[in-house]
């Protein structure tokens, strides 16, 4: 079945330094993965959707200047979350899909603490 | 644009309890549906997909079922453990576009 594999599981870093997680596809390949943010007790929020070979799409709001993604393989894709603030501390997960209409698989989470 | 809602938002339960946890979507246009479980602190455990043609599907203990036409979906748990103790979200695949999660149900089974 697909899996998805996500590092780093959690994170400190101080504030304005940045921060990469990673996000691979194990045993398929896959154009889109998107990426998710989750604040305490609240449900998942979709950041953007990450596409292999060209720009992510990011949802209203979210600062493509700040969270940078990228989708260099068919395997990997990465969001980097640059000069963080304690405000950017929160729980960042990735999915991907291994056909369309197929469900999503999710990563474990990365969970970062901005200090 | 599609909305999920859950309820209840919490539940508490003794052991053995066999329990219905709901979800509503507002755009019946939608590709499938699947029911997720998050431990805390943790990534999503997918449990069940079903499709948009489907009425429903069964995993071991989980049962969940879709009126696509009313816009719900339900997922029955049998003979509840301490072990099913989790947030479950239920979420909504619009053919592609995008994925909208519900705000989850946290479910307590007591021993």
């Known amino acids: 079945g697909a899996v998805v594999s996500q590092h780093p599981s959690w994170v400190i870093c101080k504030s304005g330094t940045s921060v990469k997680i990673e996000c691979r596809s194990l045993d398929f390949q896959a154009t889109t993965m998107f990426w998710y943010r989750q604040f305490p007790k609240q449900s998942l929020m979709l950041m953007a959707t990450?596409?292999?070979?060209?720009?992510?799409?990011?949802e209203q709001g979210v600062e493509k200047d700040k969270f940078l993604i990228n989708h260099a393989s068919l395997t990997l894709s990465t969001l980097t979350v640059t000069s963080a603030h304690p405000e950017d501390s929160s729980f960042y997960i990735c999915?991907?899909?291994?056909?369309?209409?197929?469900?999503?698989?999710f990563g474990s989470g990365t969970r970062l603490t901005v200090v | 644009k599609q909305e999920v809602t859950q309820i209840p938002a919490a539940l508490s339960v003794p052991e053995g309890e066999n329990l219905v946890l709901n979800c509503s979507f507002t755009d019946s246009a939608i590709y499938n549906l699947q029911w997720f479980r998050q431990d805390p602190g943790k990534g999503l455990t997918s449990l069940l997909l079903i499709q948009s043609s489907q009425r429903e599907q069964t995993s071991g203990r989980l049962n969940a079922s879709l009126d696509k036409s009313s816009g719900r979906s339900t997922l029955y748990i049998a003979a509840s453990q301490p072990g099913d103790s989790a947030t479950y979200l239920c979420a909504v695949d619009n053919y592609g576009q995008n994925f909208v999660f519900g705000p989850g149900t946290r479910l307590s089974v007591l021993p």
């Open positions: 990450s596409n292999e070979g060209s720009k992510a799409t990011y």
């Open positions: 999915s991907a899909s291994l056909r369309a209409g197929n469900g999503y698989t």
